[in-house]
């Protein structure tokens, strides 16, 4: 991948749509063609950014005719296949546009809905989130992820009904402050909330795969739900770590406490012999693990309190007034 040049003197574009790919050589033009005639109707200066994420078929000798024919196509390479969070990770460095569009590429997200993404961008909006409402996939896809989509919210507090439809429009700001890998992106609008940004949803067409196969795998859904539990503890208990192991210590704690209270009582009241009994063992091994549980909390908080004190806030603020 060749280095990025940067030109202080040159005009950014009010658009960047991000457009991450894998063996999609049937799908890259006939995409690129409708996006861009889609992008005129805006009157808006756009740049189009796709990232290649290792494909092994023809897909960057496509990119790269669309390139070469003078288009406002921008193509990231990866050497092998990263991942969806690593392709988006970079784009947003790379990319220069005041809004920010990512979208599939597969054909199966709608160009023309743009126009209603920065609608809701100017009326105030941050993020806005695509809800592929008649979702064109297969039950294999579409359960688990209704399942998906129904935990993610509950846990973490985010009221949306699609979190992994990668068509989004963000601010500027907004990309600037995330940092994805693994799967990541699929946890997007739970990371932007943390930094107290507003989300929006609105529905989407959506159109079935003809060309290329799905990248979707049961393989995925292990290593989401693994994520999700990453990203609970990031968005609810990155600044106080004591909170999330200090509960099950203290709780331990207690109860080992309480057994051996119990059984000093039966000791000295009943003379009954204690060193064969399950639950001296079971007590000294829950106050020895709330201990551990506390002093990892505590741990914790030492460094996030360092962390605290060079950590710029100024990235939360909105408005100054005065």
């Not at 294999?140 to 129904?150: A, E």
């Not at 799967?183 to 989300?199: K, S």
């Not at 208990?237 to 909170?243: A, E, G, I, K």
Request: proline letters at 4%; glycine letters at 6%; aromatic letters at 12%.
């Amino acid at each position: 991948m060749s280095e990025r040049k940067e030109n202080n003197d040159e005009e950014m574009p009010d658009l960047s749509v991000i457009i991450p790919v894998y063996n999609e050589e049937e799908n890259v033009r006939p995409l690129y063609e409708n996006l861009q005639k889609q992008l005129k109707v805006t009157g808006q200066t756009y740049e189009i950014i796709f990232v290649d994420d290792g494909s092994t078929d023809t897909t960057f000798k496509k990119l790269s005719e669309l390139e070469s024919a003078g288009s406002l196509c921008r193509i990231i390479k990866f050497r092998k296949n990263f991942g969806k969070s690593p392709a988006l990770n970079t784009a947003f460095r790379y990319a220069k546009g005041s809004i920010i569009i990512t979208m599939d590429g597969d054909l199966q997200d709608d160009p023309k809905e743009i126009p209603v993404f920065l609608s809701k961008i100017d009326s105030g909006f941050d993020l806005v989130c695509g809800w592929k409402y008649s979702r064109m996939d297969p039950l294999t896809k579409t359960v688990p992820s209704w399942i998906f989509n129904k935990l993610t919210s509950f846990i973490t507090d985010v009221n949306i009904h699609d979190f992994n439809c990668g068509f989004k429009a963000y601010r500027r700001a907004v990309v600037k402050n995330l940092n994805l890998y693994g799967e990541m992106h699929r946890y997007i609008p739970a990371l932007v909330a943390q930094n107290g940004y507003r989300i929006t949803e609105i529905k989407v067409h959506h159109y079935p795969r003809v060309s290329g196969k799905s990248k979707y795998g049961f393989s995925r859904l292990i290593k989401g739900l693994l994520d999700l539990i990453t990203v609970k503890f990031i968005t609810d208990y990155s600044s106080r770590p004591l909170h999330m192991f200090g509960i099950p210590g203290l709780i331990s704690l207690f109860i080992g406490f309480v057994l051996g209270i119990y059984l000093v009582l039966l000791k000295f009241l009943e003379n009954i012999a204690l060193s064969d009994r399950p639950l001296l063992m079971l007590s000294v091994l829950l106050i020895l693990t709330g201990f551990q549980f506390i002093s990892m909390g505590l741990l914790g908080e030492m460094l996030t309190f360092r962390d605290m004190k060079e950590q710029n806030f100024e990235k939360y603020i909105e408005t100054v007034v005065g």
